[in-house]
């Protein structure tokens, strides 16, 4: 018998949903709201999909996981990596359920890829997931092929004009859904997850707009079916994030330039920005072509490496390039976070970003350096200095021709702390919830109502506890090698525009 069940909603908060709740648009969640115990979640910082939902899975922060974006750049060896499901020096929650005697079913967590062996089944997610070897056992691959399970979308969206790719979208997630219902029930387990990444994709490119809005019904109608199909089970929505609109774009490099932190070398590569020319461009019209392979196969890497990523100019590995490292003191990834070159500006660095303002409105609402952020063995990997974006900002880690700030571009909504949760269903649904919910707490809480013992290594507490002592253990010790993700993985980020 399934005891509990997680839908992960990507990119989902209470202050994106208010107004289809109350317009009936969303009859599901709103009668579990009533029926269970709901609050905001906060996420790790930075609030973005790698690596809150490894955060989730693990009850810890980034310090003690190694991992703290879609990429991670060693300004010593002068090299940029992209993580897998093995970057993270961790055992997840399923590891304690499995040493407990109960079979778990995870689908379509991010940054699971390779998947993990486990004792039920595991069918990895995206974005950063390959179309083959995505399933434990591998036999289940054979049966969601003769589906045409598809991990991503055939097209990916990346604009906010691409309405007949958002609408392949939404059947995704519906294909998604009933897979998960399927597996539930043709191959039951104790526990199971769905996470629901690319409705986070709608949000990023339409905000609120009608085929958001359609995604969520979507999700919603699947909610409810599976309640009424399992109304024993403990049933949680929770996300790694929220999500709201943007008014202005940060373009971090741009500034750190602009302000003596960071040198950057021109060559002829620049000839291609000046006429338009990027790989964005190319990869949509060969997509639309039905050529894609084909040119990148044919394409020369040095012409691939020439050519910038899209109208914001360099990114991934092509930025190190275009970086004069002797010069430099600072170097900016997408999202808050800054690594320094010449640690000893670090406090100068602080000050700087904490006075940063556009319009009379500041960029950031916090800023930290890497020790106030994290705590852990792998906090001497992070960046130097982290910032909270303040609502309505993108930060940009791009190198190119950029303003220091820009109105909204191709993103019309950008991630936030403050994610959501509910349980239903439990045996404490009064109980009130931490005023300061974190989503590491989530592990903890999960393993907590189905009386498994928590590792003592987590840093999130159990809530919802029904007064019950909460009982501990020693860690399941976590040993991989540190793995990255290849091109095409990379790739697909820079699509999505994750990767900047």
Not at 109 to 128: H, I, K, Q, R
Not at 299 to 319: I, L
Not at 413 to 430: C, I, K, Q, W, Y
Request: a negative charge.
């Amino acid at each position: 018998m399934t005891e509990t069940i997680v839908l992960g909603l990507d990119g989902a908060n209470w202050d994106l949903l208010e107004p289809w709740l109350e317009s009936g648009d969303l009859p599901n969640i709103q009668t579990l709201r009533e029926a269970g115990t709901w609050s905001d979640m906060e996420s790790c910082p930075p609030p973005v999909t790698c690596p809150n939902w490894r955060c989730y899975s693990t009850g810890k922060n980034p310090g003690k996981l190694g991992v703290f974006w879609w990429e991670k750049i060693d300004t010593e060896e002068r090299t940029l990596t992209t993580p897998t499901s093995r970057s993270f020096k961790s055992s997840n929650y399923w590891d304690y359920l499995n040493d407990a005697g109960k079979t778990v079913g995870i689908m379509n967590l991010p940054m699971s890829y390779p998947p993990f062996e486990v004792d039920g089944w595991m069918v990895a997610g995206g974005p950063g997931s390959e179309q083959d070897d995505y399933t434990y056992p591998s036999t289940l691959e054979d049966e969601l092929e003769e589906r045409d399970y598809r991990l991503h979308p055939k097209v990916p969206v990346t604009s906010n004009e691409d309405r007949e790719a958002a609408s392949a979208i939404i059947d995704l997630i519906n294909d998604r859904f009933n897979t998960f219902r399927e597996f539930l029930s043709d191959h039951p387990v104790d526990v199971a997850h769905l996470t629901v990444f690319y409705i986070n994709v709608l949000q990023h490119f339409f905000w609120r707009d009608d085929v958001t809005k359609r995604g969520w019904q979507v999700i919603d109608e699947h909610i409810g079916e599976i309640r009424d199909a399992y109304p024993d089970a403990t049933l949680y929505l929770m996300s790694d994030h929220g999500c709201t609109d943007v008014d202005t774009v940060f373009h971090a490099n741009s500034w750190l330039e602009r302000e003596g932190y960071l040198v950057t070398e021109t060559g002829a590569s620049e000839t291609f920005s000046k006429f338009g020319i990027n790989k964005k461009r190319v990869s949509q019209l060969a997509h639309r072509l039905g050529v894609h392979g084909l040119i990148t196969s044919l394409t020369p890497e040095s012409v691939k490496d020439a050519v910038p990523e899209d109208e914001e100019g360099f990114k991934r590995e092509q930025k190190l390039d275009k970086v004069d490292w002797e010069r430099s003191d600072a170097i900016a990834s997408g999202q808050g976070l800054i690594y320094l070159i010449d640690d000893s500006r670090t406090e100068e660095l602080v000050r700087d970003l904490e006075g940063l303002e556009r319009g009379g409105r500041s960029i950031a609402s916090a800023v930290y350096t890497r020790e106030e952020a994290y705590e852990g063995e792998f906090v001497y990997e992070a960046p130097n200095v982290i910032f909270d974006q303040r609502e309505g900002v993108h930060t940009s880690g791009a190198i190119g021709d950029n303003p220091v700030f820009s109105n909204a571009g191709k993103w019309k909504a950008e991630n936030v702390r403050t994610g959501l949760f509910l349980a239903a269903g439990t045996d404490a649904a009064d109980e009130p919830l931490d005023d300061e919910l974190s989503i590491t707490d989530v592990a903890p809480t999960l393993l907590h109502q189905l009386g498994v013992a928590v590792p003592t290594d987590m840093d999130g507490e159990p809530q919802l506890t029904g007064g019950r002592s909460v009982a501990s253990r020693e860690p399941i010790p976590f040993a991989s090698i540190d793995e990255s993700a290849d091109d095409e993985v990379a790739a697909r980020l820079e699509d999505l525009g994750y990767l900047e």
